[in-house]
C-alpha cells in the first residue's frame, strides 16, 4: 500500500472505530443513565456532549470516501485533502442550528481527526491495515446510474416492487424478517462472486450513494430504500421500509436453487 493510499485507508479507519467508540459511549448512556433531562424537555448535558460527535464523525468518513484514493497526488497533497475533508464535512446532522454543547463537542472531533492525520509518521502509514473499497458515487455519476437502473428495472420514483408495480416476470419480494434468517448476506456474496462480480452500487432514497466492494455488500434498509446492482444491471436487489426484499434477475434464479422454501416466504402485507 503506497503512502498516499495508507493515509486515506487510515482517514477511513479512525472515522469507523471513532464513530463505533462514541456510540456506545451514546448506548452507555442510555441504559445506565437516560438521554434526557429531568423535566423531559430536551436532552441531557451529557448526551449533547455525545451524539454530535459520531454524527460529525460519519460526516467525515462519507466526505473522505468522495475521494478516490488512486488519483492522490503525493503524501502531504493527500494528507492536505483528507485534513480539508474533515474540515468541511457536513450533513443533516452537522448543520445548524446547534447549542454551546453540541457545537464544541463537533468541533473537538474535527480538531482530534486533524490532529491525528497531521500526526501520523511514515512507521505508522507502514502498519496501516487495508479495508474493502468504496467511495461516494459523485452527483452525475449517480444520476447515470439511477437513469440506467431505472429504465432496466421499470422504476418510477423512490419505491419500487411490491410497493408499486411492476410487470417484469423475474422480480420477487420476500418478507425481511425471514428472508435475511434463511439468507445470510454470505451467501449473497457468494453467489455474485461465483458471476465474478467484486464491486457493487448502492443506491439510496437519500443520503450517500456508493460504489464498494463486494464485501461490504449488505442489503438491507437503514431507514432510506435501498437499491442495489452492478455492470450490466442485470441482478437487483431492493429493501423498503414495508419489510420487504425484492429480488431480481438471474440473482433471483440462484436463490430459488439455495432456497427450496422461498415461495412461502413471499411478501404480503398483512406479514407481522
Given amino acids: 500500500m503506497n503512502a498516499s493510499l495508507a493515509l486515506h485507508t487510515a482517514a477511513r479507519r479512525y472515522c469507523l472505530e471513532r464513530h463505533a467508540y462514541w456510540h456506545e459511549r451514546y448506548s452507555e448512556i442510555i441504559r445506565t443513565r437516560g438521554n434526557r433531562a429531568q423535566d423531559g424537555n430536551g436532552y441531557t448535558a451529557e448526551a449533547l456532549a455525545t451524539f454530535p460527535r459520531y454524527n460529525v464523525l460519519n460526516a467525515i468518513r462519507v466526505e473522505v470516501e468522495r475521494i478516490e484514493p488512486s488519483q492522490l497526488g503525493d503524501t502531504e497533497s493527500a494528507r492536505a485533502l483528507l485534513v480539508l475533508a474533515g474540515e468541511i464535512a457536513e450533513d443533516q446532522f452537522t448543520r445548524p442550528p446547534h447549542g454551546v454543547i453540541e457545537k464544541r463537542a463537533m468541533t473537538e472531533e474535527r480538531a482530534s481527526y486533524a490532529g491525528y492525520m497531521l500526526g501520523l509518521a511514515p512507521r505508522d502509514l507502514n502498519a496501516v491495515e487495508s479495508l474493502p473499497y468504496r467511495r461516494v458515487l459523485a452527483s452525475e455519476e449517480a444520476k447515470t446510474v439511477w437513469s440506467r437502473l431505472c429504465g432496466r428495472w421499470q422504476i ?62 449488505e442489503p438491507r434498509y437503514n431507514g432510506a430504500e435501498g437499491f442495489w446492482s452492478s455492470g450490466d444491471l442485470d441482478w437487483i436487489i431492493y429493501a423498503s421500509h414495508e419489510n420487504s426484499v425484492t429480488v431480481g434477475g438471474w440473482l433471483l434464479a440462484e436463490l430459488k436453487k439455495a432456497w427450496p422454501c422461498w415461495h412461502e416466504h413471499v411478501w404480503t402485507e398483512t406479514f407481522d
Fill in 156 to 217: 418510477a420514483g423512490g419505491y419500487w416492487y411490491p410497493l408499486t408495480d411492476c410487470r417484469m416476470p423475474d422480480v420477487v419480494a420476500f418478507n425481511t424478517k425471514v428472508f435475511e434468517e434463511a439468507v445470510e448476506y454470505k451467501t449473497l456474496r457468494e453467489l455474485l462472486e461465483a458471476r465474478g462480480i467484486e464491486r457493487v452500487w448502492e443506491l439510496r432514497e437519500y443520503g450517500p450513494e456508493y460504489l464498494e466492494d463486494l464485501a461490504l455488500f
